[in-house]
């Protein structure tokens, strides 16, 4: 996975070699197999953490084993506590979106700070497909099917630091198994990615159904309408250029 990841990070033009990252950990086996990665491809990373005081001493365990991960690794670590429920009672939104705009707020201001090139995401091609499939339910044109970009301006505050998301090229079983069998890392689990009631994680709950390659053709699928839609718009991206070729491919058989 690391020569993976690094490839898509060359790729994309996702890091500059000599820029600092900061690497947004929850404790989950995404972010913390992000993290290792980006540590073992030589890149100069800054952990942010939030706790939103959503889920009590779970809340409190994920901080506790973050501020410890940081610590074996010598990383250095931000911690932002945050009162969710009362900002999402001031927003009129629900705690999902606030607590959304409130980390990348936050992610946002203390990149610049840290003088940061990057924020750092753990999305893999699951998310990928998720959102796809939720925009497709509620109706979506192109943009929709576009799904999540490697690279994109912060969806939640005005900064010059672009979101990158180093793990699209992979899914999250195979994250698991390169934590698990091959570096041997421990991670904590978030009990409420199992909790239905969010939109998302019965879509989730859907996808897990789904084989390793359905859930790789549709973040394909996404990347390759990120391409037509730059077709679209004149832009000479790598997504583009994929397209083109995909389409020369098709006609070809």
Request: one cysteine or more; aromatic letters at 6%; charged letters at 30%.
């Amino acid at each position: 996975m690391l020569r993976r990841v690094l490839k898509y990070i060359r790729d994309n033009g996702l890091l500059e070699r000599n820029g600092r990252v900061l690497v947004c950990v929850s404790g989950g086996a995404d972010s913390v197999a992000l993290l290792d990665v980006l540590l073992r491809g030589g890149y100069e990373c800054v952990v942010a953490h939030c706790n939103f005081h959503l889920r009590g001493e779970e809340s409190d365990r994920d901080e506790a084993f973050v501020r410890e991960l940081c610590a074996k690794r010598n990383v250095r670590l931000l911690v932002q506590h945050f009162d969710t429920h009362a900002a999402a009672e001031k927003d009129g939104k629900s705690i999902e979106l606030t607590a959304r705009r409130l980390r990348y707020e936050w992610f946002a201001q203390v990149g610049e700070e840290e003088n940061c090139s990057a924020i750092a995401v753990a999305h893999h091609q699951n998310d990928q497909a998720e959102t796809v499939l939720m925009n497709l339910r509620r109706g979506a044109g192109i943009r929709g099917l576009c799904g999540m970009r490697p690279k994109s301006p912060n969806p939640c505050a005005e900064s010059r630091i672009p979101v990158i998301r180093p793990l699209l090229c992979t899914t999250h079983d195979y994250i698991k198994h390169y934590l698990l069998d091959i570096r041997h890392i421990d991670w904590v689990e978030d009990s409420t990615n199992s909790d239905c009631k969010f939109r998302r994680n019965s879509i989730r709950a859907e996808i897990g159904g789904y084989s390793k390659a359905e859930i790789e053709h549709i973040a394909a699928t996404a990347r390759y309408m990120q391409g037509y839609l730059d077709m679209m718009e004149g832009k000479d991206s790598i997504q583009a250029r994929e397209a083109k070729e995909y389409e020369a491919q098709r006609q070809k058989k």
